[in-house]
């Protein structure tokens, strides 16, 4: 068997690699597909029902990534209608150190920050009282 091909290879590790991970789509899955099929052994091919499996697989992979697509995109506006329900109420952290009437929120990738009208910032998360 000759891997001599694979030693020319670079691997990179880059922030790209990340996103080019997540772009994968049926063409390059047949690509790739259509590459095993050709560099296979041809004295011991690969059975068929293992191409339908790896199929199936990669379609349950797509379905996942849509499906946490969605997922996020319906925790974002629930994250947008809890925001708007805070401006003009009065929010307090749960040690009672910083309290006021919330006059705008930021929303992060990571929660919310109420900006109170005092210029306070008070992160929106467990154990902060809304009144």
């Known amino acids: 068997m000759n891997i001599s091909a694979l030693t ?7 922030p790209g690699v990340a996103n080019a991970a997540q772009t994968v789509d049926y ?13 296979q052994d041809p004295t011991s091919p690969m059975d068929s029902t293992d191409y ?5 697989t990669f379609s349950q992979v797509e379905q996942s990534v849509q499906m946490n697509s969605k997922l996020d995109q319906i925790l974002q506006a629930s994250s ?8 003009g109420r009065e929010v307090a ?3 009672g150190k ?3 009437i919330v006059k705008e929120v930021q929303l992060y990738s990571d929660g919310l920050v ?3 009208e ?3 910032k008070l992160i929106v998360g467990p154990g902060i009282v809304i009144k």
């Open 93 to 95: 952290s749960a040690d």
């Open 27 to 39: 063409q390059s899955f047949l690509k790739l597909l259509v590459a095993q099929m050709k560099n």
């Open 98 to 100: 910083v309290s006021g």
């Open 114 to 116: 109420a900006v109170l």
């Open 8 to 14: 020319n290879m670079t691997t990179n590790t880059g």
């Open 80 to 87: 947008f209608a809890q925001a708007g329900d805070l401006i």
């Open 118 to 120: 005092g210029g306070e």
């Open 52 to 56: 339908v499996a790896q199929l199936a």
